[in-house]
DNA sequence: GAACTTCGTTCATTGAATAAACTATGACCG
DNA sequence: CGGTCATAGTTTATTCAATGAACGAAGTTC
C-alpha cells in the first residue's frame, strides 16, 4: 500500500508523502475535504491534488461525496474516507478471553468477535480465530494491530507475565497467516493513543499514567507515541517510591513499589479487581479509607513532577479505572504537583476521556502504521456514536 | 545554504535530502569517504552521487583530497570536509564573562575571543563583540548558537535568573546583524549535546544529568535533543524530592528541592562553588561528609530511576562538576538504582567524556541546524587535539 | 445576460533520479 | 607483457512527479 519507510531519497518517496498528506486532510475533514482545499492545505497546485485524489480513490481509500455549496463558483466535489472496502483487524488479548473487531477506514466496528479460552490453548484458540477473520476477509484486510498486557517491541511478545508469554515472535506468525502488515501494541501505549486520538494533536508531551490494580505509563508526542525504542518504556509500576520503614511489600515481591503505593488496590483495598465495572468502582471508592487515597494521590503526583519536569509535559492524563474516581481523588493529585511546582513546572491533571476505547487506540495505531494517517476525534465520536450493539 | 523546511512536497525536498545524507557520510568518515561509497551507502546511483558531490564541492563543504588505495580497480578519490571557508560561531554566555569560539567544518578552533563585562553593560558589550566578529569574517559565517544558563525556545531567552534576562530576543537581534541563522541552547543541552557527540549515536534515549551547584537534565535520543519542545525541558533542580522534616531549605526559597539534597553544594557544602576547577573539586570531595555524599547519589539515583522507567533509557550519563567525584560516588549511584531495579529497568550509569566541551556541544547544535549532519567523535577528538593552546 | 469566481482537468515544461553506455585506471594472471 | 576483470567516475537519454498556464464547467452577482 502507501506504509513503509519515509526514506524520501526519490521521486517514489515525495509522492508517498503527498499522498498522505493529502489523506490525511480527507481523515481530518471527512465530508468537507475537496481537491482544492487539498491544493491549498498542501500548497500543491490544483493538478497535483486532483492527481494525488485519483489514486487515492483508485486505492479505494477515498470516496467521493455530494456537491459541497457553492463559495462563489463553481461547487466543489466532497471527499470522504472509503468505508466500503479496507478493513483494519483489532485483536485485544487478555488471559482468558479476547476480542477481534473489524474497523472500516472511518472507524466504526463492522464485526466483533469474542473468544475464551483456558491458558493452555489460548495459542491455539487465538490462532483459528486470526485464521477464520483472514480466510473469511481475505484481501479487504489493510493491517491489524494486537494489544497485550506486557513489553514488546512492535514484532514479538518481550515479556508477558499475565499471558505467561516470552519473546514470542507473534507479528510475524499472524502474517505469514494473513500477509498483512501485523504490529504489536502494550496495553496502556494503546490507551495512551486512544486518548490522544479523541484531542487535538498538540505539539508537546502529554503523559499517560494508567492506574488500576496495576501503574503504567506511556508518553505521546504529536498524536503519537514518542519515537524511539519502547520495548519497556513506561513500566513504572515496580519503581520503588517508598523508603525504609515506609516501603509497603508489593506482589512483586519487593516493597516500596509505586503500585504498592498509588494503585487502585492500594487505594482502595484487595476489594478493588480491574474487571469491575465502573459503577462497582466509584461504590467502592466511597467506602475508602480517605487516608489512603490522599496518600496514593501524593504519591502518584510526586512520581508525575519529576518525569513531568524533564519532558516538560504540557498534560498529565490519568487513565485506567482510576479514571472514575472523581474530582476528590484528581484535586489531591493537582494539588500535591502545584504545592512545590517550581512555577515554571506547573503541569495540569485531568482524567482521560471516558469515549476513548482500547479498539480505538489499537486501529490508530494499525492506522498510523499502514497509512501514515490520524482519525479526526469527530469522526471517532461519530464512529463510537453508530457502534451497532 | 541547505538548511530549513524539510517541506518535502517537491523535487527539491528529495534534492536537499540527499545532499545531507552525502554529506553526512563525508563527515562521519573524513578522508575515506568516496563518491562510489557515497552510492553505496545511500543505495543512489553513482551518477547521481558524482552529482551531489559536485554541488557540495561547489558550496565549499566538501573537499577532495588524495587518492584511496585501490581495492581491485581505478582508485577513488577521497573526500574530506571543507575546513578551509565556512566558519562557526559559537557564544557561551556567563553571568560576568563571554567567550566567542570561531570553529571550522572540521571542528577545530580558528579563534577564540574572550570578553568580560560588569551586568549592566553586559548586552552593550556582548553585541559590540557580535558586530566585530561579523564585520571581521562576513559571508565565510554559516551559522552562529548561544549557549547560556537559563530556558529558551531556542529564538528568545524565555528566563536565566543567572544573567536576568527575561524574554530576550537575542537570536533576533544578532540575525539583523549577521545574516545568519542564530539559535539559542540551554547550557545543559548542549552539554549533552556535546557527550552525545563524543559517541556514536545510539537508537534509544540517554538521560544526560548535570550535576554542579545547581541540578539540569536533558534527554538525547540518537545524538539529537529529543524532539517536541523544550522550552523548559530538564528543569529538574527545583522538584521536590524530600518532605516533612526531612526537606532540606533550598536556595530558591522552597524547601526539598532535589538541588538542595543531591546538587555539589548538598554534598560538599558551601566550599563548592560552579567555578572550582577538577582539581580543586577532587580535593574537596576528599574532604567531604561520607553520609551527605551517600545521601545525595541516593535520592540522584532515586529520581533517575523513575525517569529511566518512563523513557527506557539506554543509559545515564552524569556530567557537570560531579563528573570527577570518582568511583566512590558513582558506584553509591549505580547500587541504588540496581538496588531497587525491576530486573527489565536496569540502567547503567557511568560519567561524562572529559574530553567533551561545551563549546563541542553549542558548535554541534549550530551544525545539525545548518546543515542536518553530525562530526563524528573521532573528528571531534581530532580536532580538539589540534586545538593551538 | 455579462462579468466574475471557484472547481477541476489537460498539456507542455522543469528538475531530480535512473539506467545504460562509456572512459579511465589499476589489479590479477597466464 | 598483454589480456581480462574490477572499480571509479562521467555522459546521455529516459522516467517520474510536480509546476504553470490555459481552459472548460458550473455557479454567483449585478
Not at 8 to 18: E, F, I, M
Not at 28 to 34: C, I, L, N, S
Not at 133 to 143: I, N, Q, T, W
Amino acid at each position: 500500500m502507501m506504509n513503509g519507510d519515509d526514506a524520501l531519497d526519490t521521486q517514489a518517496s515525495v509522492r508517498r508523502a503527498n499522498l498522505r498528506r493529502a489523506l490525511q486532510l480527507v481523515f481530518r475533514t471527512p465530508g468537507e475535504a475537496t481537491r482544492a482545499g487539498i491544493s491549498r492545505a498542501t500548497g500543491l497546485t490544483a493538478a497535483t491534488a486532483s492527481s494525488l485524489v485519483a489514486e487515492l480513490i483508485e486505492q479505494r481509500l477515498v470516496v467521493e461525496g455530494p456537491q459541497a455549496a457553492s463559495t462563489g463558483g463553481k461547487r466543489a466535489t466532497t471527499l470522504s474516507v472509503d468505508a466500503e472496502h479496507h478493513l483494519i483487524l483489532v485483536v485485544v488479548i487478555r488471559p482468558t478471553d479476547a476480542r477481534l473487531a473489524l474497523l472500516a477506514l472511518d472507524g466504526a466496528e463492522v464485526e466483533v468477535r469474542r473468544i475464551t479460552y483456558a491458558a493452555p490453548e489460548r495459542d491455539r484458540v487465538l490462532d483459528a480465530a486470526i485464521a477464520a477473520v483472514g480466510a473469511e476477509y481475505g484481501s479487504r484486510l489493510l493491517v491489524a494491530a494486537a494489544q497485550l498486557p506486557g513489553t514488546t517491541d512492535g514484532r514479538r511478545v518481550l515479556e508477558s507475565v499475565q499471558l505467561d508469554w516470552h519473546d514470542v515472535p507473534l507479528a510475524e506468525r499472524w502474517e505469514r497467516e494473513l500477509h498483512i502488515p501485523v504490529l504489536l501494541v502494550n496495553d496502556v501505549d494503546a490507551e495512551a493513543i486512544a486518548e490522544s486520538a479523541m484531542e487535538e494533536a498538540s505539539a508537546g508531551y502529554r503523559l499517560f499514567i494508567h492506574i488500576g490494580g496495576g501503574i503504567g505509563a506511556a508518553v505521546t508526542l504529536d498524536g503519537e507515541l514518542a519515537p524511539g525504542p519502547r520495548d519497556r518504556a513506561g513500566e513504572i509500576g515496580h519503581v520503588q517510591v517508598e523508603f525504609g520503614a515506609a516501603a509497603r511489600s508489593c506482589r512483586c515481591g519487593r516493597a516500596g513499589c509505586l503500585e504498592a503505593a498509588a494503585s487502585m488496590t492500594a487505594m482502595l483495598g484487595d476489594g478493588f479487581d480491574d474487571s469491575l465495572d465502573d459503577d462497582a468502582i466509584v461504590a467502592l471508592a466511597a467506602t475508602a479509607d480517605e487516608e489512603l487515597l490522599a496518600e496514593g494521590a501524593r504519591t502518584l503526583a510526586r512520581t508525575i513532577k519529576l518525569i513531568a519536569a524533564v519532558l516538560d509535559a504540557e498534560e498529565v492524563v490519568i487513565g485506567g479505572p482510576a479514571r472514575v474516581l472523581g474530582d476528590r481523588y484528581l484535586r489531591l493529585v493537582q494539588q500535591e504537583i502545584d504545592y512545590t511546582a517550581t512555577g515554571t513546572v506547573n503541569v495540569p491533571v485531568r482524567y482521560a476521556d471516558g469515549a476513548a476505547s482500547i479498539t480505538t487506540g489499537v486501529a490508530q495505531v494499525a492506522l498510523t502504521h499502514a497509512l501514515g494517517v490520524r482519525w479526526s476525534p469527530a469522526q471517532l465520536r461519530a464512529a463510537s456514536a453508530s457502534r451497532p450493539e
